[in-house]
């Protein structure tokens, strides 16, 4: 990895650059209609953390009215885009992840899906197209949140839970700390002088809620850490979701869904726009292994503590600090 020191990169000189990977054609795919969809996404979570979904049955419509949307958001001048930022953490932010110095090549949104939660600054990227914008984003985050709720009951079923509802209840709560994201990487065309490079635009990290819900445009940029510590290009795909294992979602299954690393380079020549829902349980809840997951004579490898407490040591972390570290349970615990 080497850091961009072309004159036009300038102001953005502390964002790494990374060499693309090849390119890779092993995702996991799942019907969501398929009769084996509860196998399979089990399978997929254990192996790669990591799933595409298809035949979703989100209308095409609901996707494309909030791209629209979102990328009439990301080409106002740069002032006005300021007005909703910076980010606390909810609003409007460009460059920086997080309050701890992460840097990227990158501007986004960042929501919290609950509206009362949602804060000033964040309520302030609506007053700029009110009624237009928040209906692509309400529309599009309450089709995708019961679509993870299916996927949810799915894999309750899949691991032979005790109910269907025990990890989608998280979701359906309604003080369920859910959030959402609208990223957008502009293109970084004076880095083809770099020959081969491309920018970081989102830098290597895991997820801390309980499932990541992801769709782009065509443009690719996901990069995935394979088991053996390799890392791979996700070929995008418009019309399907990329559905991921958070850390807290390790937790719940004691280890056996493993939280997925990845990352995002920006393209050379095309944006690339992508908007993920994080699937959080309420503030209070505790995150702890679901009784079933834990066999007799086995124990949960991890310290007892809430989404909140997660939450919280989450934000005093970098980007790609192993989070879940503080929460392990050592040998002698
Ligand atoms: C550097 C940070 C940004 C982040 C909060 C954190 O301190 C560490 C986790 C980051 C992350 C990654 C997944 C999501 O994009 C996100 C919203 C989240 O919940 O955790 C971001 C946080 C953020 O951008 O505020
Ligand atoms: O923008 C993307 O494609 C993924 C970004 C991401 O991983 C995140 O926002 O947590
Ligand atoms: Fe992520």
Known sequence: MVVASQPALNHSSLIKTCKPTSLFTGIPVVDLSDPEAKSLIVKAFEEFGIFKLVNHGIPMEVITRLEVESLRFFNLPQPEKDRAGPPDPYGYGSKRIGPNGDV???????????????????????????????????????????????????????????????LSRFLRNKKSDSCFRLNHYPPCPELQALSGRNLIGFGEHTDPQIISVLRSNNTSGLQICLRDGTWVSVPPDRSSFFINVGDSLQ??????????????????????????????????????????????GEESLYKEFTWCEYKKSAYKSRLGDYRLGPFEKTASQ
């Open 104 to 166: 990227g090549w990158i501007e986004y949104i960042l929501l919290n899906t609950n509206p009362d939660v949602m804060s000033h600054k964040a309520l302030s990227i609506f007053q700029q197209s009110p009624e237009i914008f928040h209906s692509a984003v309400n529309d599009y985050i309450s089709a995708v949140k019961k679509m993870t709720c299916e996927v949810l009951e799915l894999i309750a079923d899949g691991l032979g839970l005790e109910a269907r509802n025990m």
């Open 251 to 296: 937790v719940m299954t004691n280890g056996r869904f493993k939280s997925v690393k990845h990352r995002v380079l920006a393209d050379n020549t095309n944006p690339r726009i992508s908007m993920i829902y994080f699937g959080g349980p309420p503030l209070n809840e505790k995150i702890v292994p679901l009784p079933s997951l834990v066999a007799e």
